[in-house]
């Protein structure tokens, strides 16, 4: 497999925390050449990531309506049962192909 192909498999379970990871330090040597308070910044940069946590959970595990979970994240997201709802339904396992394999059953069986 090439490197490429490896990055690719990785997906969002190593990027989230390489991201949440650079954006520490790109703040931590901002507030070293700066004398500003750079904690807000890092901490919105976390809300943020919560927030879209269900989204991006759709999308790591190729969930079938990610789509749909993504735009109900953004529009609904801020209540917060809106929220626990999208990120119970984005880790249910919902394969593109588990409709396919069914239908291709129940031929089968016809």
């Known amino acids: 497999m090439t490197t490429l192909g490896r990055l690719r ?23 070293r050449l700066y004398p500003i308070d750079v904690r807000g910044w890092f901490i919105s940069a976390l809300l943020i990531l919560a927030y879209l946590l269900p989204s991006f959970l759709a999308f790591d595990q190729g969930h079938r309506r990610r789509i749909l979970i993504s735009v109900l994240n953004v529009l609904l997201g801020w209540t917060i049962l809106g929220w626990i709802g999208l990120l119970l339904w984005s880790m249910t396992r919902s394969h593109p192909d588990a409709q396919a394999l069914q239908g291709a059953r129940r031929s089968a069986d016809v």
Do not use: N
Not at 9 to 31: S, T
């Open 9 to 31: 498999r990785l997906g969002l379970r190593r990027g989230i925390p390489v991201l949440v990871l650079v954006w520490l330090l790109l703040l931590l040597a901002i507030d």
